[in-house]
């Protein structure tokens, strides 16, 4: 056993009345009245109803920097900090799993454009943690209503490859007026890349002629969000 594991099961005389403590606390305040520790460890209370989940709590957020990035995180690399079991990580990955079907519910209700702010949140939710770049593609009805949302690609760090060819037949199988393209920079860094701008225009050349509107092509990462419509690049 590990020092840290050691740590970890310590007895804690007041385990009960801490985790009473923060519950209070968050039906009181919100979560915006606890530090992404404390939330992180009210997640973990579940999975770990015996142990003080704090030393696991402030660790996993020193492996991957904020709360956020935690329920993001591959499991693989969650299984990597002592003390996380096979419980830890699925509790985690529900969290993450219902973050994901909520902005997306959000954005189904209203005409996409309308609620650009929403599409932005759920962009940011499914894909601006992850380790590999995605391609995702949200194709529109004529009311700019989501019809399918779909994780065209996933690639390398630093590339996911992109067939301007399949994204059109796919939004003509679904008989889409118009796509909104989406992908992540692992990096963290959103701005966009001379092959992405180039890689739009590609497929808005395709798109044009066939009846089919690119919207936009929006770049998330951890520092934030582009968008090529945004800063005119198409």
Known sequence: ??????????????????????????????????????LLELVLF?????????????????????????IAAPPERLREVDGVGERVVTDLK???????????????????????SAVLDYCRTAMAFAEKEQFRILFLDKR????SDELQQTGTVDHTPVYPR??????LELSATAIILVHNHPS?????????????????????PLGVSVHDHVIVGRDGHASLRGLKLI
């Open 46 to 70: 579940s999975a770990l109803p015996r142990i003080n989940t704090k030393p696991l709590a402030k660790r996993l957020l020193a492996k991957f920097g904020s709360f956020a990035e935690v």
């Open 166 to 171: 399949e994204v059109i037949k796919r939004a």
């Open 94 to 116: 529900i969290i993450q799993a219902a973050a994901e079907r909520l902005a997306r519910g959000t954005v189904r209700k209203r005409p996409v454009l309308s609620s650009w």
């Open 144 to 147: 700019n209503q989501l019809i």
């Open 188 to 208: 963290g860094d959103p701005t966009p890349s001379r092959a992405d701008v180039e890689m739009t225009r590609t497929i808005i050349d395709i798109a044009q």
């Open 1 to 38: 056993m590990t020092g840290f594991e050691e740590e970890l099961r310590k007895p804690d005389p007041d385990h009960a009345g801490h985790r009473q403590r923060l519950r209070e606390r968050f039906v009181n305040g919100g979560a915006g009245a606890l530090p992404d520790y404390e």
